[in-house]
């Protein structure tokens, strides 16, 4: 059956192009502190402010009504509450909603919800682009413009708050938007510094308030960087695996090359949440006649029987020019039904957001697009001169 996008809400929003305040979404505890004492403001006001950001969700001081008045219009003066702003919304004919965000330069990344019956998962990005090619991911086919950075990460689930009205924050069990899931656009540990102090922002008891059981961080797999997910988050990890073989899995996720599975699988068996009740989760995208056979599931179960873990089976999801077509519905739960026979869990992941381009693997911006567009102005006007 075929599925036609939904029309996208278009919100017009200007860019803060000339501001030159310090936008203090991002800021750590200490550092905005840091910075009210730099101007001579009193550093109580830190926490005062921080509850106001990230509890109650505001976006001028003027909202900020526990703070007297000339001290919110000195706030005024130096500083900014910024988010990402939305270029586009989509709304996904099963509830799934896509955000275009425009970055301060320009840039854009799409950050998604995911509404499940208990839970709404907000898929967040961390690089603009990103760092690696995999063959199977349209995001992968968008080189690298920059990282993001921290405000940019939590000001995704900021945003997608907004856009549900869930300030202030909702207790546990009503909240829409519950979890995230480091998976959008980007490789969060070729970012980790400002991927670690949004998350820090968001597990924090005085704002957003996230336990760290309800974050999920995906690696491709940089191996030496898994340790510091456990060392300084303590978060769940999802590690994208793809492939039982290192010869098929240098073709979809070419990190393999540099990090073969041996050594992946080695970092993984080491890491914390292996040893107790959080299971480390494997994806694991179904690709029609290269990774789906049935010798390919009982090798998975080989590879992983040794480790905590579940595996995620994601039916691939096409995006256009895609060089890949997804494994048969048969094929895909005879290939769970080996996988759970073998003593792991292999849930089969029902795709959501594809009429919107918003499913797994389907996220990509225009920055690229717009990122060459500027080089051929350039060029132009350098061929002008």
Not at 5 to 33: C, F, H, M, Y
């Amino acid at each position: 059956m075929s599925v036609l996008p939904t029309e996208p809400l278009q919100i017009v929003e200007p860019l803060r192009r000339n501001d030159t305040r310090r936008n203090l979404v991002g800021l750590s505890r200490a550092e905005l502190k840091a910075l009210l004492a730099e101007h001579g403001l009193e550093a109580f006001r830190a926490g005062q402010i921080w509850h106001w950001i990230y509890w109650h969700g505001a976006r001028d001081f003027t909202a900020m009504s526990t703070i007297a008045r000339k001290t919110r219009e000195r706030l005024e003066e130096l500083f900014v509450i910024d988010r990402p702003q939305i270029a586009t919304e989509q709304r996904s004919s099963d509830g799934t909603r896509k955000w275009l965000l425009r970055l301060v330069d320009g840039n854009e990344v799409e950050c998604v919800n995911i509404p499940e019956e208990d839970r709404g998962s907000v898929c967040v990005s961390s690089q603009v682009g990103c760092t690696l090619t995999c063959s199977f991911c349209h995001t992968g086919t968008q080189p690298l413009v920059r990282n993001l950075s921290a405000a940019e990460i939590v000001g995704q689930f900021m945003v997608a708050r907004d856009s549900y009205g869930e300030w202030p924050t909702p207790t546990e069990t009503t909240r829409m938007l519950s979890n995230i899931v480091m998976m959008g656009m980007g490789e969060p540990l070729y970012n980790f510094d400002n991927v670690a102090a949004a998350l820090k922002i968001v597990m924090d008891d005085q704002g957003i308030a996230l336990s760290r059981r309800r974050i999920t961080l995906s690696t491709s797999g940089v191996v030496p960087m898994i340790p510091k997910v456990a060392q300084e988050l303590d978060v769940n990890l999802a590690v994208s695996l793809h492939a039982v073989s290192d010869e098929v899995r240098d073709l979809l996720v070419p990190l393999n090359r540099k990090w073969p599975i041996a050594e992946l699988l080695k970092a993984c068996r080491e890491f914390p949440s292996a040893k107790n009740s959080r299971r480390i989760t494997f994806e694991y995208v179904m690709l029609k006649g290269v990774n789906d056979s049935d010798a390919d599931a009982r090798e998975l179960v080989r590879l992983l029987k040794p480790i905590h873990a579940k595996v995620n089976l994601i039916p691939f999801n096409p995006w256009p020019g895609a060089p890949y077509e997804c494994s048969s519905n048969n094929r895909i739960h005879r290939f769970a039904e080996i996988v759970n026979d073998g003593g792991l869990s292999a849930p089969v992941r029902t795709p959501r957001g594809r009429d919107i381009l918003a499913a797994c693997g389907q996220l990509k911006s225009a920055s690229e697009r717009d990122r060459k567009t500027k080089v051929r102005d350039l060029e132009v006007q350098a061929g002008a001169r």
